[in-house]
């Protein structure tokens, strides 16, 4: 089929005889580029989370090169545009606040600049969904590019993953295992490449989960950052997008239900992050696809756990993807996923998949030799989350999967940080720790409180698990028995900001049941004497942010992004 320029949503900017596009012209010109460089081209946009202060994304300034060069080699003409990094190491509250800032500042980049397709570049954990939920918004052709994962951690004879050996030694110093010498040598070993966490956290588990949405290039989710094949991707995936364009493949084509259904399935045999439970809820309703808890615990009820890789396994993500990577995971899962659906780079995911192989029968197991015969994740009900709650039970200890306990209840984070280790709270092993206020609205944003420390004079005893309970979230990157996303949050008044101190928890994960032990006529009495907190925020984004999130078995969008209808193209002329 020819390709007619005037089909380009960039020619109402630059190609018609009116003032506006002789002005356009005009600065373009001013910008430095000729005529012939742009003019009946697609126009890409790459929009870049680069910064300073993002070693997870340190690298992607380098990388938006490799992109531009696949673009111009397609024949297209490139942009470059700065947008929020988001970076988890450093941003507070949590990146998560500012999740649906990114977002919109995607689509509403997208739909106002003269651009006909997008590449993003993102990793960190909240940057794959964001950038992922403004695109299908927007719903131009688009083509992701993941960070990467860094480089394996090393410490004398240990090799490092990072976050989750960040949790293990930490408790190792507050047990008095680790002085401040070891400590220091830890701080320079943890993390010593560019490139998101190398664990199967929240970042290595939404950028595969793009890759299985197809929405890049096959392979690209888990090269290593710092890898010449991630600049290959990179460029790829530059000239990828022109012929996209040319096609007119949008987001709508490929972002369907099966779409979504494969990247749960991707998640669970993954043995990833809680976090995807969230994120693909909000891209899914972004696409118009009603993704629910419900369907990640059925599909989990089907899906075994095939990826070895830490917390729930032993290997890290270099070796994932010199095992095969993600292709070679899906090749063994095929039966469980929606094959003749397309991608942004082949007809059918069948077709990308092809020939894909697995070269280490250890780091992704076969289905006989499978880490858990069902998904990592659970969803669960009861009088204490009567819209849900998750638990990563394969990273819990099996004793306190059906466990029953007295509650300790914390109002706040800060509270908690300043008497968990206090021996007057008297707490045993078998205590569950209760924490509320750090849900979407009280955290504010839904902070990574859910791993709560277990008491030091606990620690020295050897005690490594617990059970506890909150409306947080923690890091993929983390493990333990922790029950999170409680919905209703305790702050808009779910039945979490009715327990208290001494009442008895049940957990039972086999039947998917989270439940306190007091009558519901007491709870009822509680209730009534309920007031709510004060607003977080009066003014500013934290104000339209509280106003707006929804809670988290929806996916924590704001209401009136995840809002149906049409917005229109502005007029450029």
Not at 54 to 82: I, M, S, Y
Not at 309 to 329: N, Q, S, T
Not at 353 to 370: M, N, S, T
Not at 505 to 527: F, P, Q, Y
Request: with cysteine; proline share 8%.
């Amino acid at each position: 089929m020819t390709f007619d320029p005037e089909r380009l949503r960039s020619h109402q900017w630059y190609g018609t005889d009116g003032l506006r596009s002789f002005s356009h012209r005009a600065r373009t010109r001013q910008l430095g580029y000729l005529p012939e460089e742009h003019l009946g081209k697609p126009v890409i946009a790459i929009l870049n989370t680069w910064s300073d202060i993002n070693p997870c994304h340190v690298h992607l300034r380098d990388r938006a090169q490799a992109v531009k060069r696949g673009v111009w080699q397609a024949g297209g003409f490139p942009l470059e545009f700065p947008v929020a990094t988001l970076s988890e190491t450093f941003q507070k509250p949590t990146p998560m606040l500012y999740r649906n800032l990114l977002a919109m500042e995607t689509e509403e980049l997208l739909r106002s600049y003269p651009v006909d397709g997008a590449v993003l570049m993102g990793g960190c954990d909240k940057s794959t969904p964001a950038l992922l939920m403004g695109a299908a918004s927007a719903d131009l052709p688009t083509v992701f590019v993941p960070a990467g994962p860094m480089l394996p951690g090393h410490w004398r004879d240990q090799v490092l993953g990072s976050g989750t050996d960040m949790w293990k030694y930490w408790d190792d110093k507050r047990a008095g295992l680790l002085g401040d010498c070891e400590l220091a040598e830890l701080e320079g070993a943890l993390a010593r490449s560019p490139g998101h966490c190398m664990t199967m956290g929240t970042a290595s588990t939404l950028t595969a989960a793009a890759e299985a949405l197809g929405m890049t290039v096959p392979g690209a989710s888990s090269i290593p950052a710092v890898d010449s094949g991630h600049d290959r991707m990179a460029a790829a995936s530059g000239l990828r997008i022109v012929e996209l364009v040319r096609r007119d493949a949008k987001p709508s084509r490929i972002l369907t239900r099966e779409a979504y259904e494969d990247a749960v399935t991707t998640v669970l045999a993954l043995g990833g992050s809680t976090n995807a439970v969230i994120h693909l809820i909000a891209m899914a309703g972004r696409s118009g696809v009603r993704l629910t808890l419900d369907d990640f615990d059925r599909i989990a009820r089907t899906v075994p756990v095939l990826a070895n890789v830490r917390p729930g396994g032993r290997h890290l993500m270099e070796d994932f993807h010199f095992a095969g990577g993600l292709p070679g995971l899906l090749s063994r899962l095929t039966d469980l996923l929606h094959l003749d659906r397309p991608t942004v780079a082949h007809t059918t995911l069948r077709e990308q998949l092809a020939g894909a192989r697995v070269h280490d029968d250890d780091v992704i197991r076969p289905r006989e030799r499978a880490l858990a015969a069902e998904g990592g994740l659970a969803v669960l009900r009861g009088n204490l989350c009567p819209d849900g709650a998750v638990i990563k039970h394969i990273a819990a200890e099996p004793r306190l999967l059906r466990h029953t306990g007295p509650a300790v209840v914390f109002d706040d984070y800060r509270t908690m940080q300043r008497t968990i280790d206090d021996p007057a709270l008297a707490l045993t092993p078998d205590h569950v720790l209760v924490l509320r206020g750090s849900g979407p609205r009280g955290g504010p944003g839904m902070p990574e409180y859910g791993m709560l420390p277990i008491p030091d004079y606990l620690l020295r005893r050897g005690v490594r698990d617990m059970l506890r309970i909150s409306d947080a979230r923690m890091s993929g990157t983390s493990y333990g028995a922790c029950v999170l996303h409680i919905a209703p949050e305790s702050h808009v008044g779910g039945p979490l900001a009715l327990v208290r101190t001494g009442d008895p928890i049940t957990l039972d994960v086999a039947a998917r049941s989270l439940r306190v032990e007091v009558s519901e006529a007491e709870l009822a009495g509680r209730r009534a004497a309920w007031t709510p907190p004060p607003p977080r925020f009066e003014r500013g984004y934290g104000a339209l942010y509280s106003e707006q999130i929804t809670q988290a078995d929806t996916g924590c969008d704001f209401a009136f992004l995840a809002a149906p209808g049409r917005v229109p193209d502005p007029c450029a002329g």
